[in-house]
């Protein structure tokens, strides 16, 4: 299972710093990479960040320098640190298991201020 289990978004201020953490279970955890991504209205589902097994990092040049993603095996958690969020940050946002499951959370809407 996955499940973002910290709601870090909901509407957040121009300019803010929000944390979104994801719970994937079921797995060996230390044996997927894991991924965020998200949904604008109107536009496709983008990969926001992806950390791999070793803990290497691969970014959106959108959001490359202001969003960082991480993992703890221990907990089998990741997490989508957000800062200087723009408008354009605005989306649903996804946590994804790597494969060979791919297995998708359930989302949860990051909405900036205007």
């Known amino acids: 299972q996955v499940q973002l289990v910290k709601s870090g978004g909901g509407l957040v201020q121009l300019g803010g710093s929000p944390r979104l953490s994801c719970e994937a279970s079921g797995i060996a955890f230390n044996f997927y990479s894991m991924s965020w991504y998200r949904q604008a209205p109107g536009k496709q589902r983008e990969l926001v960040a992806r950390i791999t097994t070793d803990g290497g990092t691969l970014y959106a040049d959108t959001v490359k320098g202001r969003f960082t993603i991480s993992r703890d095996n221990t907990k089998n958690m990741s997490y989508l640190q957000m800062n200087s969020l723009k408008h354009d940050d605005t989306a649903v946002y996804y946590c994804?298991?790597?494969?060979?499951?791919?297995?998708w959370g359930q989302g949860t809407q990051v909405t900036v201020s205007l």
């Open positions: 994804k298991t790597g494969s060979p499951n791919n297995y």
